[in-house]
Structures are given as structure tokens and as C-alpha cells.
């Protein structure tokens, strides 16, 4: 098993700036990929960016020149520097781990106001 813990979110305002962590612990050596969704009210949860083992990135066209998906292996985090936030970027933010299967984390809230 892995557990996922989200740290970082909150409230800013149009233009700002957030990064956000997940620090996964149990069984990281099998994490193969891990990555970043987002699930705003009344919307289903989208893919925003995700990393592999290896570096190799994948993003939202919505999001690719604001954020940046990073991975620390030596730590078993996750980052994600989200900057130039918008509106629409309000959501709960969850990370994942991918082993085969999907663990998720609890979900932090980000909430951008114009």
C-alpha cells in the first residue's frame, strides 16, 4: 500500500502563486508514475499534470506554461508550482500514485478569486 499526503493549498488571488506537495510513504518503491487532478464543483476530475519515474511529463493544455510538475524519488514527493492561477483553477487538487493500481490522496483545496 501507499498513502498519499497533500499539503498546500489555498486561497489566492488572480495572478498569485501555489505549490503544492504530496509526500507518499509504504510502499514508494513500486510508485511508477504519480501525478496531479483536480475536481471543481459540479465538474468531473480532470488530469492536471504527471510525472514518471523517469522525468517524463504530461500536462493539461489548460495548465502547460503555468504549471510545473516536479518529483523528488530521494524524498518520494511530488510538487506542483502552479503560477499565473486563474479562476477556473479553483478545485480540490488530489495527488496519485500509480503501482498497477491507483492510490489516492485526501485532496487539498485550492481556490483562486479574480
Known amino acids: 500500500q501507499v498513502q498519499l499526503v497533500e499539503s498546500g493549498g489555498g486561497s489566492v488571488q488572480a495572478g498569485g502563486s501555489l505549490r503544492l506537495s504530496c509526500a507518499a510513504s509504504?510502499?514508494?518503491?513500486?510508485?511508477?508514475?504519480m501525478g496531479w487532478y483536480r475536481q471543481a464543483p459540479g465538474k468531473e476530475r480532470e488530469m492536471v499534470a504527471r510525472i514518471n519515474r523517469a522525468g517524463t511529463t504530461d500536462y493539461a493544455d489548460s495548465v502547460k506554461g503555468r504549471f510545473t510538475i516536479s518529483r523528488d524519488n530521494a524524498k518520494n514527493v511530488v510538487y506542483l508550482q502552479m503560477n499565473s492561477l486563474k479562476p477556473e483553477d479553483t478545485a480540490v487538487y488530489s495527488c496519485?500514485?500509480?503501482?498497477?493500481?491507483?492510490?489516492w490522496g485526501q485532496g487539498t483545496q485550492v481556490t483562486v478569486s479574480s
Open positions: 509504504g510502499r514508494t518503491f513500486s510508485i511508477n508514475a
Open positions: 496519485d500514485a500509480e503501482l498497477g493500481i491507483f492510490y
